[in-house]
């Protein structure tokens, strides 16, 4: 049950560390949100591509890292660095915070138009790979439970996503205000170390 428990919450704070990040999908999730323009499907389209990705991710790996010391010894130590190397840069984000703001009066789109443009943003963009398949993917192939691991990473996702839908217009001064992400970025990077931490302890 520890092991169980303890990939939930890994999952859970890993992904929300990399996916609260200003960018392009939040900005247009966001957008979406305040135009009320089809947010919901965007931000369903949003959680069903992560948890997909997080899927191939984590079950894929899993089995080449399960055959391989060498891999998983690579795979472990590679992680634990980046997840360094992203709480830095938080760090770094905090020191000179900057804010998520999203204008706009555009006329309304057709469904499929957006859903096409949510689909763009979301897997035309590289570090989604490199985020979501192989980091997340190769941290959740060398927990405890695999399994627990990938629902905490879709819990994450689908909380996320469906908070910037659902209060798009209720967040929409906070997320302006830089003090909001230099808190965030605080937190995420707390969230990676220690993380980080747990993997060079062999978890």
């Known amino acids: 049950m520890n092991g169980l428990w303890q990939s939930y919450l890994n999952g859970l704070v890993v992904t ?6 200003i960018g ?6 966001l ?5 009320r323009e089809h947010h919901l499907a965007v931000a369903a389209l949003c ?4 948890i997909l990705l997080v899927c191939a991710g984590v079950f894929g790996l899993a089995s080449l890292l399960t055959q391989s010391p060498a891999l998983l010894a690579v795979a472990r130590w590679g992680g634990a660095g980046f997840l360094v190397w992203y709480g830095v840069l938080a760090l770094r984000r905090a020191a000179r915070p ?3 703001v999203q204008a706009g009066n555009e ?7 957006v859903l096409a443009a949510t689909l763009a943003v979301t897997l035309l963009n590289p570090h989604v790979y490199l985020d979501t398949v192989l ?3 190769s941290l959740g192939a060398q927990q405890p439970t695999p399994e627990a691991y990938a629902a905490g990473a879709a819990s994450a996702s689908t909380l996320w996503f469906l908070i910037l839908a659902l209060g798009g217009s209720w967040l ?3 997320l302006a205000r830089p003090l909001t992400w230099r808190l965030l970025d605080l937190g995420v990077a707390a969230m990676m170390f220690a993380v980080a931490a747990q993997l060079m302890r062999g978890l």
């Open 98 to 100: 900057q804010a998520l």
């Open 135 to 137: 980091l997340i993917g």
């Open 16 to 21: 929300g560390g990399l996916i609260v990040a």
């Open 107 to 113: 006329r309304p789109r057709p469904r499929r138009a």
């Open 47 to 50: 959680i069903l591509c992560d």
């Open 24 to 29: 392009a999908q939040n900005a247009f999730v």
């Open 172 to 174: 929409a001064p906070w």
């Open 31 to 35: 957008a979406q949100s305040l135009r």
